[in-house]
């Protein structure tokens, strides 16, 4: 039988995982799928985990102003964040609301803190997810082999955000042939759910 001070433990080990996840891209939470409303259904993706805050617990990444996800957002900041490791066999599952952080101190200090191969990716003379006549890799083709120069990887700030998920509650599941393991957290309420 699990107690209270069980999903306790388990709530604290996953956001030790989840705070690894940020710079060991070996994490299985290193990425997450994440999922946003437009007019006409769900949209779902993969994004990088940049940041985790806890006391309210927080999410972050980052994107480009003119990608789908990013209107997606603006228009509905109401959107669900997707983890699972595969050899932990554990899923958690974020109901969340979004900020987006654009030309703003947040997104300016993040920015400042940006490798420059990272920064190229902000640089595209393209929309992402617009359609293309021919392939394109959607980065300064000068900067294909090598990376710019921190003066000209500055053009790339225009294009990029820092969004910030608000967990408004979570849910997290371990699975277990004896008996799979279920619990919801709000705020700092945890509440067992039936697998």
């Not at 998920?165 to 997290?172: G, R």
Request: hydrophobic share 30%.
């Amino acid at each position: 039988m699990l107690d209270k001070s069980d999903i306790e433990n388990i709530f604290k080990l996953e956001l030790d995982h989840l705070k690894d996840g940020v710079k060991n891209s070996k994490n299985l939470y290193h990425t997450f799928t994440l999922s946003t409303l437009d007019k006409e259904s769900p949209k779902s993706r993969t994004v990088v985990l940049r940041n985790v805050e806890t006391g309210p617990l927080k999410i972050f990444f980052n994107a480009d102003y003119r990608s789908p996800k990013t209107k997606q957002l603006i228009n509905n900041p109401q959107c669900s964040a997707l983890f699972y490791d595969i050899n932990r066999r554990v899923q958690i599952r974020m109901n969340c609301s979004s900020t987006i952080n654009y030309k703003n101190h947040i997104s300016a200090k993040i920015w400042d803190k940006t490798a420059l191969q990272s920064r190229k990716c902000y640089m595209g003379p393209y929309t992402p997810s617009s359609t293309l006549d021919t392939y394109h890799p959607n980065i300064p083709l000068e900067y294909a082999k090598k990376d710019p120069d921190r003066a000209n990887s500055e053009q790339g700030y225009v294009n990029f955000v820092h969004v910030e998920l608000s967990i408004i509650d979570l849910d997290i599941l371990q699975l277990h042939h004896d008996g799979h393991i279920r619990f919801k957290v709000v705020g700092e309420d945890l509440s067992y759910v039936a697998p």
